[in-house]
Protein backbone atom coordinates (compact mmCIF):
# COMPACT_ATOMS: atom_id res chain seq x y z
CA UNK A 1 0.00 0.00 0.00
CA UNK A 2 2.95 2.46 1.04
CA UNK A 3 4.43 1.75 -2.10
CA UNK A 4 1.75 2.44 -4.17
CA UNK A 5 0.95 5.56 -2.27
CA UNK A 6 4.80 6.74 -3.12
CA UNK A 7 4.11 5.86 -6.85
CA UNK A 8 0.96 7.82 -6.69
CA UNK A 9 2.64 11.03 -5.27
CA UNK A 10 6.04 10.48 -7.49
CA UNK A 11 3.93 10.59 -10.55
CA UNK A 12 1.39 13.23 -9.39
CA UNK A 13 4.52 15.16 -9.33
CA UNK A 14 5.61 14.79 -12.24
CA UNK A 15 2.56 15.47 -13.27
CA UNK A 16 1.87 18.63 -11.66
CA UNK A 17 5.60 19.94 -13.03
CA UNK A 18 4.54 18.97 -16.48
CA UNK A 19 1.15 20.86 -16.34
CA UNK A 20 2.97 23.55 -14.90
CA UNK A 21 6.21 24.04 -17.31
CA UNK A 22 2.94 23.50 -20.00
CA UNK A 23 1.08 26.54 -18.63
CA UNK A 24 4.49 28.65 -18.50
CA UNK A 25 4.83 27.66 -22.01
CA UNK A 26 1.40 28.92 -23.02
CA UNK A 27 1.16 31.99 -21.22
CA UNK A 28 4.57 33.19 -21.81
CA UNK A 29 6.09 31.39 -25.28
CA UNK A 30 2.30 30.19 -26.61
CA UNK A 31 1.99 32.64 -28.72
CA UNK A 32 4.64 33.62 -31.53
CA UNK A 33 6.52 36.53 -29.77
CA UNK A 34 9.04 38.35 -31.53
CA UNK A 35 12.09 40.31 -29.61
CA UNK A 36 14.85 42.72 -31.17
CA UNK A 37 16.94 45.60 -31.14
CA UNK A 38 16.68 48.79 -31.51
CA UNK A 39 18.08 49.07 -35.46
CA UNK A 40 20.23 52.21 -34.06
CA UNK A 41 21.92 50.28 -31.15
CA UNK A 42 25.36 50.80 -30.81
CA UNK A 43 26.96 47.16 -30.70
CA UNK A 44 30.51 46.60 -29.29
CA UNK A 45 32.94 43.30 -27.97
CA UNK A 46 34.09 44.99 -25.35
CA UNK A 47 32.70 48.54 -23.98
CA UNK A 48 35.54 50.64 -22.63
CA UNK A 49 36.08 54.32 -21.46
CA UNK A 50 39.39 56.06 -21.78
CA UNK A 51 39.60 59.46 -19.17
CA UNK A 52 41.99 62.06 -20.59
CA UNK A 53 42.71 63.38 -16.73
CA UNK A 54 44.78 66.96 -17.68
CA UNK A 55 41.94 67.68 -19.76
CA UNK A 56 39.41 67.25 -17.01
CA UNK A 57 41.71 68.90 -14.47
CA UNK A 58 41.70 72.18 -16.88
CA UNK A 59 38.30 72.68 -15.56
CA UNK A 60 38.65 72.80 -12.14
CA UNK A 61 35.38 71.96 -10.08
CA UNK A 62 33.68 71.20 -13.46
CA UNK A 63 31.11 68.71 -12.91
CA UNK A 64 28.96 68.10 -15.80
CA UNK A 65 29.32 64.70 -16.41
CA UNK A 66 28.51 63.72 -12.55
CA UNK A 67 25.11 66.29 -13.15
CA UNK A 68 24.48 64.71 -16.59
CA UNK A 69 24.70 60.94 -15.03
CA UNK A 70 22.63 62.18 -11.78
CA UNK A 71 20.12 63.89 -14.02
CA UNK A 72 19.45 60.77 -16.60
CA UNK A 73 19.69 58.31 -14.05
CA UNK A 74 17.21 59.68 -11.42
CA UNK A 75 20.61 59.53 -8.70
CA UNK A 76 19.12 60.98 -5.35
CA UNK A 77 21.06 63.44 -3.35
CA UNK A 78 21.92 62.91 0.26
CA UNK A 79 23.92 65.54 2.38
CA UNK A 80 24.64 62.67 4.58
CA UNK A 81 28.12 60.61 3.38
CA UNK A 82 27.30 57.21 4.47
CA UNK A 83 23.82 57.47 2.13
CA UNK A 84 25.62 59.00 -0.60
CA UNK A 85 24.69 57.10 -4.19
CA UNK A 86 27.34 57.81 -6.55
CA UNK A 87 27.97 56.37 -9.93
CA UNK A 88 30.71 58.79 -11.36
CA UNK A 89 32.34 61.22 -8.97
CA UNK A 90 35.87 62.49 -8.29
CA UNK A 91 38.36 61.15 -6.22
CA UNK A 92 42.10 63.02 -5.65
CA UNK A 93 44.35 61.03 -7.62
CA UNK A 94 46.70 59.10 -4.62
CA UNK A 95 43.15 57.33 -4.06
CA UNK A 96 41.89 56.35 -7.21
CA UNK A 97 45.20 56.02 -8.55
CA UNK A 98 47.66 55.19 -5.65
CA UNK A 99 51.38 54.80 -6.14
CA UNK A 100 51.50 56.32 -9.51
CA UNK A 101 51.59 59.33 -8.96
CA UNK A 102 55.05 60.00 -8.98
CA UNK A 103 55.66 58.78 -12.24
CA UNK A 104 53.92 60.92 -14.74
CA UNK A 105 54.85 64.78 -13.52
CA UNK A 106 54.88 66.32 -16.77
CA UNK A 107 51.18 66.83 -17.03
CA UNK A 108 50.85 67.36 -13.14
CA UNK A 109 48.20 65.25 -13.18
CA UNK A 110 48.95 63.80 -10.33
CA UNK A 111 47.93 67.16 -7.96
CA UNK A 112 44.60 67.09 -8.84
CA UNK A 113 41.38 64.84 -9.18
CA UNK A 114 40.10 62.46 -10.90
CA UNK A 115 37.04 61.30 -12.54
CA UNK A 116 36.33 57.46 -11.31
CA UNK A 117 33.44 55.59 -12.03
CA UNK A 118 32.87 51.18 -12.42
CA UNK A 119 35.83 50.02 -14.05
CA UNK A 120 33.20 47.22 -15.77
CA UNK A 121 35.96 45.16 -15.36
CA UNK A 122 36.89 41.68 -17.38
CA UNK A 123 36.98 39.39 -14.33
CA UNK A 124 34.60 41.47 -12.10
CA UNK A 125 34.81 40.11 -8.57
CA UNK A 126 31.43 41.76 -7.10
CA UNK A 127 29.92 39.44 -10.10
CA UNK A 128 31.65 36.49 -8.72
CA UNK A 129 30.16 36.98 -5.48
CA UNK A 130 26.69 37.92 -6.11
CA UNK A 131 24.67 35.40 -4.59
CA UNK A 132 21.69 35.55 -7.03
CA UNK A 133 23.42 36.79 -10.49
CA UNK A 134 21.93 40.34 -9.69
CA UNK A 135 24.96 41.94 -10.96
CA UNK A 136 26.18 39.87 -14.19
CA UNK A 137 28.28 40.48 -16.94
CA UNK A 138 27.50 41.19 -20.43
CA UNK A 139 28.43 39.85 -23.65
CA UNK A 140 29.75 43.42 -24.26
CA UNK A 141 31.60 43.54 -21.38
CA UNK A 142 28.94 45.77 -19.39
CA UNK A 143 28.82 44.75 -15.86
CA UNK A 144 25.01 45.23 -15.13
CA UNK A 145 22.98 45.48 -12.69
CA UNK A 146 19.70 43.50 -12.34
CA UNK A 147 17.28 45.57 -9.52
CA UNK A 148 14.86 43.47 -9.82
CA UNK A 149 17.39 40.46 -8.49
CA UNK A 150 19.18 42.47 -5.86
CA UNK A 151 18.42 41.27 -2.53
CA UNK A 152 20.57 43.78 -0.86
CA UNK A 153 23.66 40.96 0.54
CA UNK A 154 25.96 43.58 -0.14
CA UNK A 155 28.60 41.48 -0.98
CA UNK A 156 29.12 43.32 -4.09
CA UNK A 157 30.00 46.12 -2.04
CA UNK A 158 32.64 44.03 -0.44
CA UNK A 159 33.99 43.06 -3.18
CA UNK A 160 34.83 45.87 -5.25
CA UNK A 161 38.07 47.38 -5.09
CA UNK A 162 36.97 50.50 -6.68
CA UNK A 163 34.14 51.25 -3.91
CA UNK A 164 32.12 51.84 -7.61
CA UNK A 165 28.54 50.37 -5.91
CA UNK A 166 26.28 52.61 -3.43
CA UNK A 167 23.71 50.97 -1.49
CA UNK A 168 19.99 52.69 -0.87
CA UNK A 169 20.46 52.48 2.79
CA UNK A 170 16.71 54.74 2.36
CA UNK A 171 14.10 55.02 -0.08
CA UNK A 172 16.18 57.07 -3.13
CA UNK A 173 12.70 59.24 -3.97
CA UNK A 174 13.48 61.23 -0.74
CA UNK A 175 16.12 62.54 -2.50
CA UNK A 176 15.23 63.22 -6.05
CA UNK A 177 14.11 66.26 -7.35
CA UNK A 178 12.99 66.07 -11.20
CA UNK A 179 12.45 62.74 -11.80
CA UNK A 180 13.54 61.36 -15.79
CA UNK A 181 10.65 59.43 -16.36
CA UNK A 182 13.08 57.83 -19.17
CA UNK A 183 14.73 55.74 -16.31
CA UNK A 184 13.18 54.00 -13.75
CA UNK A 185 14.13 54.88 -10.25
CA UNK A 186 15.34 52.42 -7.36
CA UNK A 187 13.63 51.53 -4.06
CA UNK A 188 15.50 51.03 -0.63
CA UNK A 189 17.89 47.80 -0.27
CA UNK A 190 19.12 47.48 -3.55
CA UNK A 191 22.44 47.92 -4.96
CA UNK A 192 23.12 50.56 -7.75
CA UNK A 193 26.13 51.78 -9.58
CA UNK A 194 27.65 52.51 -13.43
CA UNK A 195 25.45 50.72 -16.14
CA UNK A 196 27.93 52.83 -19.17
CA UNK A 197 24.35 53.84 -20.05
CA UNK A 198 23.52 50.91 -21.49
CA UNK A 199 20.21 52.05 -21.46
CA UNK A 200 21.36 55.23 -23.93
CA UNK A 201 23.83 52.57 -26.27
CA UNK A 202 20.75 50.25 -26.90
CA UNK A 203 19.05 53.56 -28.81
CA UNK A 204 22.26 54.41 -30.27
CA UNK A 205 23.39 57.44 -27.72
CA UNK A 206 26.81 57.51 -26.07
CA UNK A 207 26.63 57.58 -22.75
CA UNK A 208 25.78 60.82 -20.67
CA UNK A 209 28.73 61.67 -19.37
CA UNK A 210 30.92 61.25 -22.58
CA UNK A 211 27.88 63.51 -24.36
CA UNK A 212 28.03 66.17 -21.69
CA UNK A 213 31.61 66.75 -21.25
CA UNK A 214 32.21 69.54 -23.78
CA UNK A 215 36.09 69.15 -23.53
CA UNK A 216 36.46 65.58 -24.84
CA UNK A 217 37.67 64.26 -21.97
CA UNK A 218 36.09 61.55 -21.69
CA UNK A 219 36.01 59.00 -25.00
CA UNK A 220 33.95 55.76 -24.93
CA UNK A 221 34.84 53.18 -27.30
CA UNK A 222 34.83 49.34 -28.15
CA UNK A 223 38.36 48.21 -27.09
CA UNK A 224 38.29 44.73 -29.30
CA UNK A 225 37.98 47.22 -32.21
CA UNK A 226 41.47 48.90 -33.43
CA UNK A 227 40.05 51.66 -35.41
CA UNK A 228 37.65 52.58 -32.17
CA UNK A 229 38.54 56.26 -30.52
CA UNK A 230 39.57 54.58 -27.16
CA UNK A 231 42.46 52.42 -28.98
CA UNK A 232 43.78 55.36 -31.44
CA UNK A 233 43.63 57.27 -28.02
CA UNK A 234 45.93 53.96 -26.31
CA UNK A 235 48.27 54.05 -28.90
CA UNK A 236 49.31 57.69 -29.04
CA UNK A 237 49.24 58.01 -25.18
CA UNK A 238 50.51 56.71 -22.27
CA UNK A 239 47.62 55.23 -20.13
CA UNK A 240 47.11 53.66 -16.77
CA UNK A 241 44.12 52.11 -14.87
CA UNK A 242 43.08 51.47 -11.70
CA UNK A 243 44.69 48.49 -9.08
CA UNK A 244 45.48 46.55 -12.28
CA UNK A 245 47.88 44.38 -9.38
CA UNK A 246 44.09 42.34 -8.42
CA UNK A 247 44.10 41.28 -11.67
CA UNK A 248 40.01 42.30 -12.20
CA UNK A 249 41.18 43.93 -15.62
CA UNK A 250 39.47 47.14 -15.64
CA UNK A 251 37.69 48.92 -18.79
CA UNK A 252 37.90 52.29 -17.59
CA UNK A 253 42.03 54.04 -18.80
CA UNK A 254 43.36 57.50 -17.50
CA UNK A 255 45.55 59.09 -20.01
CA UNK A 256 48.08 60.51 -17.48
CA UNK B 1 -29.08 6.33 12.37
CA UNK B 2 -30.55 8.60 15.07
CA UNK B 3 -32.48 11.26 14.52
CA UNK B 4 -32.17 10.86 10.81
CA UNK B 5 -34.69 13.33 9.47
CA UNK B 6 -32.97 16.11 11.07
CA UNK B 7 -29.04 15.53 10.14
CA UNK B 8 -30.39 15.06 6.87
CA UNK B 9 -32.49 18.40 6.96
CA UNK B 10 -30.10 20.55 8.45
CA UNK B 11 -26.85 18.88 6.13
CA UNK B 12 -29.69 19.92 3.61
CA UNK B 13 -29.91 23.44 4.94
CA UNK B 14 -26.25 24.01 4.95
CA UNK B 15 -25.67 22.81 1.46
CA UNK B 16 -28.05 25.05 0.03
CA UNK B 17 -26.88 27.93 2.37
CA UNK B 18 -23.29 27.59 1.25
CA UNK B 19 -24.16 27.71 -2.53
CA UNK B 20 -26.74 30.07 -2.20
CA UNK B 21 -24.62 32.83 -4.23
CA UNK B 22 -24.84 30.29 -7.19
CA UNK B 23 -28.52 29.95 -7.46
CA UNK B 24 -29.24 33.42 -6.78
CA UNK B 25 -27.09 34.14 -9.75
CA UNK B 26 -28.76 30.97 -11.77
CA UNK B 27 -31.79 31.92 -10.94
CA UNK B 28 -30.94 35.50 -12.95
CA UNK B 29 -30.09 37.45 -9.72
CA UNK B 30 -27.51 40.43 -10.51
CA UNK B 31 -24.53 38.77 -10.02
CA UNK B 32 -21.70 40.03 -7.01
CA UNK B 33 -19.31 43.11 -7.42
CA UNK B 34 -16.99 42.88 -10.62
CA UNK B 35 -14.20 45.13 -11.24
CA UNK B 36 -14.56 47.18 -14.37
CA UNK B 37 -11.20 48.76 -15.67
CA UNK B 38 -11.90 51.76 -17.67
CA UNK B 39 -10.63 53.30 -20.34
CA UNK B 40 -8.56 56.57 -20.73
CA UNK B 41 -10.22 58.89 -22.84
CA UNK B 42 -9.50 58.06 -26.71
CA UNK B 43 -8.11 54.89 -26.45
CA UNK B 44 -11.54 53.02 -28.06
CA UNK B 45 -10.89 51.08 -31.29
CA UNK B 46 -6.80 51.49 -30.37
CA UNK B 47 -4.82 47.92 -30.38
CA UNK B 48 -2.76 46.92 -27.24
CA UNK B 49 0.55 45.29 -28.28
CA UNK B 50 -1.15 41.54 -28.03
CA UNK B 51 -4.64 41.02 -28.32
CA UNK B 52 -6.92 42.31 -25.40
CA UNK B 53 -7.81 38.40 -24.45
CA UNK B 54 -3.97 37.98 -24.17
CA UNK B 55 -3.07 40.99 -22.19
CA UNK B 56 -6.20 40.49 -19.61
CA UNK B 57 -5.22 37.17 -18.91
CA UNK B 58 -1.13 37.39 -19.22
CA UNK B 59 -0.25 40.81 -18.92
CA UNK B 60 1.76 39.71 -15.87
CA UNK B 61 3.78 36.99 -17.42
CA UNK B 62 4.60 39.35 -20.49
CA UNK B 63 5.68 42.66 -18.51
CA UNK B 64 8.10 39.96 -16.51
CA UNK B 65 9.48 38.62 -20.14
CA UNK B 66 10.15 42.15 -20.84
CA UNK B 67 11.64 42.68 -17.51
CA UNK B 68 14.20 39.88 -17.87
CA UNK B 69 14.56 40.22 -21.95
CA UNK B 70 15.36 44.16 -21.46
CA UNK B 71 17.38 43.95 -18.52
CA UNK B 72 19.40 40.48 -19.18
CA UNK B 73 19.04 39.83 -22.63
CA UNK B 74 19.39 43.61 -23.99
CA UNK B 75 15.90 42.88 -26.53
CA UNK B 76 13.74 45.93 -26.06
CA UNK B 77 11.86 46.07 -28.62
CA UNK B 78 9.12 44.02 -28.60
CA UNK B 79 7.02 43.29 -31.62
CA UNK B 80 3.18 42.23 -32.01
CA UNK B 81 1.54 39.36 -33.70
CA UNK B 82 0.60 41.83 -36.94
CA UNK B 83 4.17 43.21 -36.76
CA UNK B 84 3.83 45.88 -34.76
CA UNK B 85 6.99 47.44 -33.16
CA UNK B 86 7.04 48.29 -29.53
CA UNK B 87 9.34 49.77 -26.95
CA UNK B 88 9.43 47.51 -23.72
CA UNK B 89 9.03 49.82 -21.07
CA UNK B 90 5.80 49.93 -18.45
CA UNK B 91 6.25 53.62 -17.66
CA UNK B 92 6.59 54.90 -21.26
CA UNK B 93 4.55 52.34 -23.33
CA UNK B 94 2.30 50.86 -20.83
CA UNK B 95 0.91 54.00 -19.23
CA UNK B 96 1.50 56.31 -21.79
CA UNK B 97 -1.78 54.85 -23.42
CA UNK B 98 -3.16 53.51 -19.90
CA UNK B 99 -2.60 56.74 -18.04
CA UNK B 100 -5.32 56.18 -15.71
CA UNK B 101 -3.65 53.33 -13.76
CA UNK B 102 -5.89 54.34 -11.31
CA UNK B 103 -9.08 53.46 -13.04
CA UNK B 104 -7.75 51.13 -15.26
CA UNK B 105 -5.16 49.10 -13.22
CA UNK B 106 -5.82 49.44 -9.63
CA UNK B 107 -9.35 48.44 -9.62
CA UNK B 108 -8.36 43.99 -10.98
CA UNK B 109 -5.66 44.52 -8.87
CA UNK B 110 -7.74 45.77 -5.80
CA UNK B 111 -10.01 43.32 -6.47
CA UNK B 112 -7.78 40.46 -6.90
CA UNK B 113 -5.98 41.83 -3.88
CA UNK B 114 -2.71 41.95 -5.86
CA UNK B 115 0.09 44.66 -4.98
CA UNK B 116 2.37 44.73 -7.59
CA UNK B 117 5.51 46.82 -6.82
CA UNK B 118 6.24 47.57 -10.59
CA UNK B 119 5.45 51.26 -9.61
CA UNK B 120 7.85 51.54 -7.05
CA UNK B 121 10.19 52.64 -9.24
CA UNK B 122 8.89 52.37 -12.88
CA UNK B 123 6.76 55.76 -12.63
CA UNK B 124 7.45 59.58 -13.84
CA UNK B 125 4.98 61.00 -11.41
CA UNK B 126 2.21 59.81 -8.82
CA UNK B 127 -0.17 57.55 -10.41
CA UNK B 128 -3.67 59.49 -11.41
CA UNK B 129 -6.64 58.44 -9.47
CA UNK B 130 -5.12 55.76 -7.30
CA UNK B 131 -7.16 54.25 -5.57
Redesign the interface.
Known sequence: MDEDRRKFLKLAGVAALGIGSASLVKTVNGKERRSGKFPQALEGKRWAMVIDLAKCQEHEGCTLCMNACNQVHNIPHFDDPRHEIKWIWKEPFENALPNQEEDFLEQGVSKGPAVVLCNHCERPPCVRVCPTQATFKREDGIVMMDMHRCIGCRYCIVACPYGSRSFNWQDPHLGLGDINPGYPTRMRGVVEKCIFCEERLAKGKLPACVEACPYGALTFGDLDDPGSKVRKLLKSRYAVRRKVELGTRPGVFYLV | MYDSGKVITGLLAFAVLVTLPFWYTAAGGKGGFRPEPKLAPGLEGKKCV?SKA?MR??HM??L??W?D?V?????????S?DGR?FE?SL??TCLKCHSNTGEFCDRCHNYVGVQP?CW???M??KLKGAE
Open positions: EFASDLNLREVRQDLRVHFPAKTNYDCHEK
